[in-house]
């Protein structure tokens, strides 16, 4: 009996995509890849992928499609513009989108996808580029339970948590309100160790009773916001790769829609988004989201 495997079309094979597409072709999937910067595409073709030529030539003959896109812009674009590959899908095969993008753009996408008889899901993920490379993301997913069935094989080649929230763009709506409160965290977290070593502290010792306390969170413990507590963490690295802010300041402007959407309060949520805007205005637009810190150093203490 011969057994068939199944093709992925991956597109967007940036700091997420590139390892995601790499741990498919490790667990034995057939990944025909395509992303618009060269250098991506040669990573991918030395991961194990195929390169296609343009986005409607990888979902040719694919069951799955993969997109891990910047934005809401480029995943419109990508399913519905002009070059849109939409129409190009295969009959019958399952769309993924682990874009984090606004809500009623994967609604609208997704809708699209259903007209054209073409199951579609929302399945942002958190974990970081980390989870990414060591294939334990979380996935947050949106749509129909028949179509996540399908797609868990697919991403539990990719990760190790998969959270069903509800129809399509809940996953959206999930992951938002999830890096929401990571902004806050983050800053509010930058401000008490600035606050401590502003008081004559030692930012370590401060972040490890922080870690062990009722302050503990992500932020004290594997992304600490100041340099030298902890090796692995961005800081440590001026805070080069990561989770860039102006990707957190894009999600914390989705969060301010989504609540506007429903006149929902997010006092904190804006403040901290404002933080975010005022670090990427100050030239750290590109640097990992937790060199917010930045912004609250007491003269003296700049690092
Ligand atoms: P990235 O900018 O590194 O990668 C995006 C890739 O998409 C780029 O290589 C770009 O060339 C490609 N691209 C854009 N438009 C395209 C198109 N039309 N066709 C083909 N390729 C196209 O971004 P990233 O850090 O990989 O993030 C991707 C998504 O994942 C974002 O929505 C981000 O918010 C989310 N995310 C990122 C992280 C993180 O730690 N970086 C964590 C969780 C979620």
């Known amino acids: 009996m011969s057994t068939t495997r199944t093709t992925i079309a991956f597109i967007g094979l940036g700091h997420m995509g590139g390892p995601m597409a790499a741990n498919l072709v490790k667990a034995g999937f057939d990944v025909a890849a395509f992303d618009l910067m060269p250098a991506a595409l040669e990573q991918a073709r030395a991961a ?56 009623a753009s994967a609604r609208k996408v997704a809708e699209a996808a259903a007209l054209r008889g073409v199951a579609m899901i929302d399945a942002p993920v958190s974990g970081g580029t980390a989870g990414a490379a060591a294939g334990t993301l979380t996935f947050i997913v949106g749509g129909e339970t028949d179509a996540l069935e399908r797609a868990r094989p697919v991403l539990s080649a990719m990760g190790k948590n998969i959270f069903h929230m509800g129809a399509a763009g809940a996953g959206q709506v999930a992951k938002l309100c999830n890096n929401m409160a990571l902004g806050v965290i983050m800053a509010a977290t930058g401000e008490a160790i600035a606050l401590g070593v502003a008081n004559g502290l030692d930012a370590s010792t401060l972040s490890k009773m922080m870690a062990v306390s009722t302050s503990r969170s992500w932020a004290t413990e594997v992304c600490n916001p100041w340099p030298g507590v902890l090796e692995k963490a961005p800081a440590s690295r001026a805070y080069e790769g990561g989770f860039g802010n102006d990707l957190m300041l894009k999600d914390m402007g989705l969060a301010a829609e989504a609540a506007m959407s429903v006149g929902a309060s997010i006092p904190l949520g804006e403040l901290a988004r404002n933080l975010y805007a005022m670090n990427s205005q100050a030239g750290r637009g590109g640097l990992d989201f937790s060199s917010v810190v930045k912004l609250l150093l007491r003269a003296g203490t700049e690092h």
Not at 95 to 100: G, H, K, L
Request: charge should be negative; charged fraction near 15%; aromatic fraction near 2%.
């Open 48 to 103: 194990g992928a195929g390169i296609a030529a343009s986005a409607r030539e990888a979902v040719k003959g694919a069951q799955v499609v993969i997109s891990m896109l910047p934005a809401s812009r480029h995943v419109e674009g990508l399913y519905l513009g002009e070059q849109g590959i939409l129409p190009a899908v295969e009959d019958g095969a399952l769309v993924i989108d682990c874009s984090t993008i606004a809500p």
